[in-house]
């Protein structure tokens, strides 16, 4: 029993958020993303805690969210999947909240330079939320996101998506799901 225990445990790691925003100078926070990076594998070195380490994901909430983006292009070996909520888009700096001066072909080409060759983003998912009603990381960020996303994993214009099956989300809520061709 106790494997089947384990079959459908989550083992979560909440890390504060750190300096993921340094404009296109992203590359001056890898030492964070490093720090994280090595914390997870040795989480996954410690056999007792059994985990699979095709299985790591990483989310944050608005810087947060750069931060785990920043995460998941300088490890795509190690990160299987990321959520992105309200993020300011990766390669932007603090004082760009209202309007990234950074295009979605930019934050692509930071995250692939950020990777340093490493392999992994073929198997990569992201999930990207934004709302747009936020009053301090303008949806522009997540839109900026989508466009790399695009660039970095084929991902389409999919459907729109009813929103109403989620809890919470007000009734005239609007998402669109972007699928990739994988």
């Known amino acids: 029993a106790e494997a ?3 079959d459908h445990s989550t083992d979560i790691m909440m ?3 750190w300096d993921a925003l340094r404009g296109k100078d992203t590359f001056a926070s890898a030492k964070h993303t490093t720090i994280l990076a090595g914390l997870i594998e040795k989480l996954i070195a410690a056999k007792e805690l059994g985990i699979d380490r095709r299985s790591i994901f990483t989310a944050g909430l608005s810087s947060g969210a750069t931060q785990a983006m920043a995460l998941g292009c300088t490890r795509p070996d190690l990160i299987k999947g990321i959520g992105v909520g309200a993020g300011p888009v990766i390669g932007s700096s603090p004082f760009e909240a209202g309007k ?12 692939r330079k950020l990777s340093v060759g490493r392999s992994g983003f073929e198997r990569q998912r992201l999930s990207i939320i934004v709302s747009d009603n936020d009053l301090i990381v303008k949806p522009l960020h997540s839109r900026r996101t989508l466009e790399a996303a695009k660039l970095l994993y084929g991902a389409t214009d999919a459907r729109e998506l009813d929103s109403r099956i989620l809890r919470g989300v007000k009734k005239n809520a609007v998402g669109r799901e972007y699928l990739d061709p994988r």
């Open 100 to 111: 990234p001066s950074i295009t979605g072909a930019e934050a692509a080409q930071i995250c």
């Open 4 to 6: 089947d225990d384990r």
């Open 15 to 17: 890390p504060g958020c």
